[in-house]
T-cell receptor, first 111, second 111 residues
Framework: EDKVVQSPLSLVVHEGDTVTLNCSYE??????LLWYKQEKKAPTFLFML????IEKKSGRLSSILDKKELFSILNITATQTGDSAIYLC???????????FGKGTKLTVNP | DAGVIQSPRHEVTEMGQEVTLRCKPI?????LFWYRQTMMRGLELLIY????????DSGMPEDRFSAKMPNASFSTLKIQPSEPRDSAVYFC?????????FGSGTRLTVV
């Protein structure tokens, strides 16, 4: 059975801190790993990673995948209160379109 | 593009009643997914369709749950009879060439 484990489950930091969120997975025939940010409503897409070692970057957010060790990290530098959200990691296996999600990391950024 | 549209936004019903959740996917997307999100279990895939055909319903919890997709622009998820443990946020998502997009969800409360 496909499995996605995120850590930590929750994290509280101060504005300006840098955070690293972790996602490890076990999936048959891995195809890609996705990161989402969920505030009050629907998850919104952040990154899709398919190849090891290639960093994806968007502003203060970046992510990288290690297919040998079966994990990914999401980094957020110079955090702001608007970064407070649940960050979800999901994997997709080859031959399927369904996403298998981890339980998420709840990030709280205090002013 | 209005995105994935779900209705209703909130539903409160009594135990034993039938509940129908609705979803309009993004035009041109050929996959449609129903997810359920709870604090305990996170985001779980219930069922997904490809070109209106159900592909994987292994996540549907029991016979009380059913889903249909009569055409490319509409899907329903029905719970009959509803139980308090069905209380959750139900998300519809669709995917196609442009990627994977979630609707805003229906918050279901069964009392």
């Amino acid at each position: 059975e496909d499995k996605v484990v995120q850590s930590p489950l929750s994290l509280v930091v101060h504005e300006g801190d840098t955070v690293t969120l972790n996602c490890s997975y076990e999936v048959t025939n891995f195809r890609s790993l996705l990161w989402y940010k969920q505030e009050k409503k629907a998850p919104t897409f952040l990154f899709m990673l398919t190849s090891s070692g290639i960093e994806k970057k968007s502003g203060r957010l970046s992510s990288i995948l290690d297919k040998k060790e079966l994990f990914s990290i999401l980094n957020i530098t110079a955090t702001q209160t608007g970064d407070s959200a649940i960050y979800l990691c999901a994997v997709v296996r080859g031959g399927s379109e369904k996403l298998v999600f981890g339980k998420g990391t709840k990030l709280t950024v205090n002013p | 593009d209005a995105g994935v549209i779900q209705s209703p936004r909130h539903e409160v019903t009594e135990m034993g009643q039938e509940v129908t959740l609705r979803c309009k996917p993004i035009s041109g997307h050929d996959y449609l997914f129903w997810y359920r999100q709870t604090m305990m279990r996170g985001l779980e895939l219930l069922i997904y369709f490809n070109n209106n055909v159900p592909i994987d319903d292994s996540g549907m919890p029991e016979d009380r749950f059913s889903a249909k997709m009569p055409n490319a622009s509409f899907s329903t998820l029905k719970i009959q009879p509803s139980e308090p443990r069905d209380s959750a946020v139900y998300f519809c998502a669709s995917s196609g060439v442009g990627g994977y997009t979630f609707g805003s969800g229906t918050r279901l409360t069964v009392v």
